[in-house]
Protein backbone atom coordinates (compact mmCIF):
# COMPACT_ATOMS: atom_id res chain seq x y z
CA UNK A 1 0.00 0.00 0.00
CA UNK A 2 1.08 3.52 -0.91
CA UNK A 3 1.14 5.56 2.36
CA UNK A 4 1.74 9.42 1.70
CA UNK A 5 1.74 11.34 5.32
CA UNK A 6 1.48 15.04 4.50
CA UNK A 7 3.74 17.00 7.82
CA UNK A 8 1.87 20.47 8.45
CA UNK A 9 4.29 21.23 11.07
CA UNK A 10 6.26 24.61 9.94
CA UNK A 11 9.35 23.73 11.96
CA UNK A 12 10.52 20.49 12.96
CA UNK A 13 13.38 22.08 14.51
CA UNK A 14 11.53 23.58 17.01
CA UNK A 15 9.43 20.00 17.65
CA UNK A 16 9.62 17.56 20.11
CA UNK A 17 6.22 15.39 19.11
CA UNK A 18 5.81 15.75 15.59
CA UNK A 19 9.67 15.42 14.46
CA UNK A 20 9.57 12.18 16.69
CA UNK A 21 6.47 10.70 15.56
CA UNK A 22 7.50 11.86 11.89
CA UNK A 23 11.24 10.23 12.64
CA UNK A 24 9.48 6.95 14.04
CA UNK A 25 7.10 7.12 10.82
CA UNK A 26 9.95 7.17 8.14
CA UNK A 27 10.98 4.24 9.58
CA UNK A 28 8.27 2.29 7.51
CA UNK A 29 10.14 2.03 4.30
CA UNK A 30 6.90 2.08 2.06
CA UNK A 31 5.39 5.35 3.51
CA UNK A 32 6.75 8.76 1.93
CA UNK A 33 6.29 12.02 3.99
CA UNK A 34 6.11 15.25 2.63
CA UNK A 35 5.72 18.30 4.02
CA UNK A 36 3.77 21.26 3.68
CA UNK A 37 6.74 23.94 5.07
CA UNK A 38 8.71 22.80 1.85
CA UNK A 39 5.81 23.21 -0.55
CA UNK A 40 7.50 24.95 -3.49
CA UNK A 41 4.61 26.20 -5.38
CA UNK A 42 4.52 23.05 -7.71
CA UNK A 43 0.82 21.95 -7.67
CA UNK A 44 0.88 19.02 -10.33
CA UNK A 45 3.38 17.47 -7.94
CA UNK A 46 1.58 17.84 -4.69
CA UNK A 47 -1.66 16.62 -6.71
CA UNK A 48 0.38 13.43 -8.47
CA UNK A 49 1.70 12.71 -4.87
CA UNK A 50 -1.81 12.60 -3.82
CA UNK A 51 -3.17 10.09 -6.74
CA UNK A 52 -0.91 8.18 -6.52
CA UNK A 53 -1.41 7.36 -2.57
CA UNK A 54 -3.79 4.38 -1.59
CA UNK A 55 -3.86 6.63 2.21
CA UNK A 56 -3.24 9.94 3.01
CA UNK A 57 -1.91 10.66 6.42
CA UNK A 58 -2.76 14.15 7.13
CA UNK A 59 -0.05 14.99 10.61
CA UNK A 60 -0.11 18.26 12.41
CA UNK A 61 0.14 20.48 15.87
CA UNK A 62 -3.01 22.08 16.96
CA UNK A 63 -2.55 25.71 16.18
CA UNK A 64 -5.08 27.33 18.00
CA UNK A 65 -7.24 24.26 17.51
CA UNK A 66 -6.65 24.46 13.95
CA UNK A 67 -3.78 23.38 11.86
CA UNK A 68 -0.55 25.59 11.38
CA UNK A 69 -0.67 28.35 8.37
CA UNK A 70 1.98 26.27 6.44
CA UNK A 71 -1.28 23.37 5.47
CA UNK A 72 -3.82 25.88 5.09
CA UNK A 73 -1.68 27.21 2.13
CA UNK A 74 -0.70 23.81 1.02
CA UNK A 75 -4.74 23.13 1.00
CA UNK A 76 -5.63 26.24 -0.76
CA UNK A 77 -2.51 26.06 -3.46
CA UNK A 78 -3.40 21.83 -4.21
CA UNK A 79 -7.12 21.64 -3.39
CA UNK A 80 -7.71 23.20 -6.48
CA UNK A 81 -11.25 23.40 -8.43
CA UNK A 82 -11.60 20.46 -11.03
CA UNK A 83 -9.11 19.06 -9.24
CA UNK A 84 -10.22 18.27 -5.70
CA UNK A 85 -13.96 19.73 -6.53
CA UNK A 86 -15.92 21.22 -8.92
CA UNK A 87 -17.44 19.47 -12.44
CA UNK A 88 -14.16 17.76 -13.17
CA UNK A 89 -13.00 17.28 -10.10
CA UNK A 90 -13.65 14.66 -6.91
CA UNK A 91 -10.07 13.44 -8.32
CA UNK A 92 -9.44 12.57 -4.74
CA UNK A 93 -13.22 10.89 -4.19
CA UNK A 94 -12.64 7.68 -2.17
CA UNK A 95 -9.09 8.32 -0.62
CA UNK A 96 -8.56 7.13 2.37
CA UNK A 97 -7.33 9.59 5.20
CA UNK A 98 -6.26 9.30 8.48
CA UNK A 99 -5.65 12.36 10.75
CA UNK A 100 -2.99 12.62 13.12
CA UNK A 101 -2.95 15.73 14.99
CA UNK A 102 -0.71 16.84 18.28
CA UNK A 103 -2.53 19.20 21.33
CA UNK A 104 -0.24 20.35 24.02
CA UNK A 105 -3.39 21.58 25.89
CA UNK A 106 -5.14 18.88 27.70
CA UNK A 107 -8.32 16.97 26.93
CA UNK A 108 -10.45 18.74 29.25
CA UNK A 109 -9.61 22.17 28.12
CA UNK A 110 -11.83 21.56 24.87
CA UNK A 111 -15.20 22.08 26.46
CA UNK A 112 -17.79 24.47 26.92
CA UNK A 113 -16.04 25.50 30.27
CA UNK A 114 -12.21 24.97 28.84
CA UNK A 115 -9.76 27.25 27.48
CA UNK A 116 -10.38 26.32 24.28
CA UNK A 117 -14.14 27.38 24.90
CA UNK A 118 -15.77 24.32 22.49
CA UNK A 119 -14.81 20.55 22.29
CA UNK A 120 -12.66 19.14 19.40
CA UNK A 121 -14.68 17.99 17.35
CA UNK A 122 -16.71 21.91 16.68
CA UNK A 123 -12.81 22.28 15.62
CA UNK A 124 -12.46 19.46 13.90
CA UNK A 125 -15.13 20.18 11.35
CA UNK A 126 -13.33 23.13 9.82
CA UNK A 127 -10.10 21.26 9.22
CA UNK A 128 -11.71 18.49 7.58
CA UNK A 129 -13.93 20.43 5.28
CA UNK A 130 -11.29 20.47 2.72
CA UNK A 131 -11.29 16.84 2.61
CA UNK A 132 -14.95 15.90 2.64
CA UNK A 133 -15.29 18.61 0.10
CA UNK A 134 -12.91 16.57 -2.43
CA UNK A 135 -14.93 13.26 -1.40
CA UNK A 136 -12.17 11.71 0.82
CA UNK A 137 -12.95 8.47 3.26
CA UNK A 138 -11.62 9.95 6.69
CA UNK A 139 -10.88 6.38 8.44
CA UNK A 140 -9.84 8.29 11.71
CA UNK A 141 -8.35 10.69 13.79
CA UNK A 142 -5.88 9.94 16.15
CA UNK A 143 -5.56 12.72 18.48
CA UNK A 144 -2.99 12.85 21.47
CA UNK A 145 -3.20 15.68 24.25
CA UNK A 146 -0.73 17.45 26.67
CA UNK A 147 2.05 16.45 24.25
CA UNK A 148 4.14 19.82 25.74
CA UNK A 149 7.48 19.27 25.66
CA UNK A 150 8.37 23.00 26.55
CA UNK A 151 9.09 23.24 30.44
CA UNK A 152 8.70 27.15 30.63
CA UNK A 153 5.44 26.01 30.25
CA UNK A 154 4.49 23.23 31.64
CA UNK A 155 5.79 20.70 29.37
CA UNK A 156 7.85 17.76 29.91
CA UNK A 157 10.04 16.29 27.15
CA UNK A 158 10.53 12.38 28.21
CA UNK A 159 6.50 12.12 28.83
CA UNK A 160 6.17 13.86 25.42
CA UNK A 161 8.63 11.87 23.62
CA UNK A 162 6.74 8.71 25.45
CA UNK A 163 3.76 10.27 24.32
CA UNK A 164 4.70 10.58 20.56
CA UNK A 165 5.80 7.03 20.24
CA UNK A 166 2.71 5.87 21.44
CA UNK A 167 0.33 8.06 19.16
CA UNK A 168 3.24 6.48 16.07
CA UNK A 169 1.79 3.25 17.33
CA UNK A 170 -1.41 4.07 17.04
CA UNK A 171 -1.13 5.58 13.28
CA UNK A 172 0.55 2.40 12.46
CA UNK A 173 -1.85 0.33 13.96
CA UNK A 174 -4.94 2.71 11.83
CA UNK A 175 -3.27 1.88 8.84
CA UNK A 176 -2.57 -1.57 9.20
CA UNK A 177 -6.43 -2.48 9.59
CA UNK A 178 -6.56 -0.66 6.14
CA UNK A 179 -4.39 -2.20 3.98
CA UNK A 180 -5.48 -4.42 1.89
Known amino acids: MNVLVINGHP??????????????????TEWQIAHA????GDI?????????????VVQFPLYWSTFPSVMKEWIDQVFTY???FGPEGSQLKG??????ITAGATAA?????????????????SFEH????????????VVTFEMNAIPEEGGDVVKT????????????????????
Open 11 to 28: NLANSFANAEILKLLAQQ
Open 95 to 100: KKLLFS
Open 44 to 56: ATEQQRLLAADLI
Open 37 to 40: ADFS
Open 82 to 84: GFA
Open 130 to 141: AFKAAEMEILDT
Open 161 to 180: LALAQEHTQQIINVVNAHIG
Open 109 to 125: SYSESGFNFMPLENYQR
